[in-house]
């Protein structure tokens, strides 16, 4: 089991950039892919990216691809989400979790249970 701890949200313009921090706990950190989901109030959780184990492969969501981007550092057991070009529709509370490889973040199948999340909130 994993246990994160997701921080680094806050109030941001649009347009503006935020970087998200997810820090993991236990010693398999690099053995999970990692991804960042969101749920906005009234909706549904949804994908954002994930990233393999090594950290060599990406995915995105389309609403979130070429402005958001996710990296990790397996040395800190930590994973980011770097977002910028911020939107409106950007805003929600975004939650880290783990899987056994990207398709697995992609489809839900997830290791642990959810953090807290940490509350983005874009202004226009």
């Known amino acids: 089991q994993v246990q994160l701890v997701e921080s680094g949200g806050g109030l941001v313009q649009a347009g503006g950039s935020l970087r998200l921090s997810c820090a993991a706990s236990?010693?398999?950190?690099?053995?999970?892919?990692m991804g960042w989901f969101r749920q906005a109030p009234g909706k549904e959780r949804e994908f954002v990216a994930a990233?393999?184990?090594?950290?060599?492969?990406?995915y995105y969501a389309d609403s979130v691809k070429g402005r958001f981007t996710i990296s990790r550092d397996n040395a800190k057991n930590t994973v980011y989400l770097q977002m910028s070009g911020l939107k409106p529709e950007d805003t929600a509370v975004y939650y880290c979790?783990?899987?056994?490889?990207?398709?697995?973040?992609?489809?839900?199948?997830?290791?642990?249970?959810w953090g807290q999340g940490t509350q983005v909130t874009v202004s226009s």
């Open positions: 990233i393999s184990y090594s950290g060599g492969d990406t």
């Open positions: 236990g010693r398999t950190f690099d053995r999970y892919a």
């Open positions: 979790a783990a899987g056994y490889s990207i398709k697995a973040v992609v489809n839900y199948s997830l290791i642990g249970s």
